[in-house]
């Protein structure tokens, strides 16, 4: 975006500098902008080419013999057993698991990793009492922490639902410290000069300022997400698209194993497009900044 900005000005310098009349150099940024679209649709074709590459030559692999398919399946071959699972209904009932959990960790730790990040960064003194606690147990990872949660929680859905939060919480949370420290203090000061409250300077600067870094956070919370999934459901499940990937894995279903696997890349793609459109639905503000900036 800044790059299209920085061509379309220069473009209007070039064409006041040579006298044209208003209408065309008012003509200058529409052209630079269809080129801008014309780059990035070739882009996308680039990528697309790609992704199209490597599924032939995965494809090719195993039918030319160079690695048997007994270890890699064909990408025909996986899709035949997608397909298979969906007729079956038996896909349904994993996915569903495996949507249920995850939802139900990555809101706990958006709503607690949010809320706070907030107070944290905010009030400095709260972040005293409360950083070096939550220092220590950053350094623990999730998996680690496996045993405790089963051992409190049972082999259930709760124990799979903490391990999920517990991955998922601190990018949302350390984000979220991070968006509100970096708020520019002039717009701070300037709405406080006015007469601003604290709640008002707090709610309509502070937390429409930090919010791009609170999305990022949540972002990657929605990567470690699916992460957490897999380890959870592969210990003490019966559904789950980490169990059938397992499960199918321990009785040689291969083609089965690669279809699970795909289905929770595509999960995780799914889930980190669905965050990113609500961050452009809740930032739309930041396009009319930038273009004016």
């Not at 697309?48 to 007994?70: D, Q, T, Y």
């Not at 391990?163 to 919480?169: E, G, L, V």
Request: aromatic share 10%.
């Amino acid at each position: 975006m800044s790059t299209t900005i920085e061509s379309t000005a220069g473009a209007e310098a070039v064409a006041a500098a040579s006298g044209k009349p208003a209408t065309a150099r008012a003509a200058v940024p529409s052209v630079a902008i269809k080129l801008a679209g014309r780059s990035a649709l070739g882009d996308r074709a680039l990528g697309l080419l790609g992704i199209v590459g490597f599924l032939v030559l995965w494809e090719l692999v195993p039918r030319l013999g160079i690695v048997s398919e007994a270890y890699l399946s064909p990408p025909s071959q996986i899709i035949v057993t997608i397909f298979q699972l969906i007729g079956s209904g038996e896909l349904w009932k994993h996915l569903f698991a495996s949507l249920q959990r995850s939802l139900w960790g990555l809101l706990s730790a958006i709503g607690l990793g949010v809320t706070l990040g907030l107070l944290m960064g905010w009030f400095k003194r709260f972040e005293a009492i409360v950083d070096p606690i939550l220092q220590l147990f950053r350094q623990t990872s999730a998996f680690a922490l496996f045993p405790v949660f089963i051992l409190f929680l049972g082999i259930g859905e709760t124990s799979k639902v903490a391990i999920i939060f517990w991955a998922s919480f601190w990018p949302v949370l350390l984000s979220t410290i991070s968006g509100v420290r970096q708020v520019d203090r002039l717009l701070i000061d300037s709405a406080r000069s006015m007469g601003a409250s604290q709640l008002f300077v707090f709610t309509k600067v502070v937390l429409p300022a930090a919010s791009p870094s609170i999305f990022t956070g949540i972002r990657l919370a929605g990567t470690y997400c699916i992460t957490a999934l897999v380890a959870a459901e592969m210990i003490g499940a019966h559904s789950g698209l980490g169990f059938l990937t397992l499960n199918s894995q321990e009785v040689f279903q291969i083609p089965t194993m690669y279809a699970g696997i795909l289905l929770l890349a595509l999960l995780g793609l799914a889930l980190n497009y669905v965050l990113a459109l609500i961050e452009r639905r809740l930032t739309r503000w930041r396009r009319g900044l930038t273009l004016n900036g």
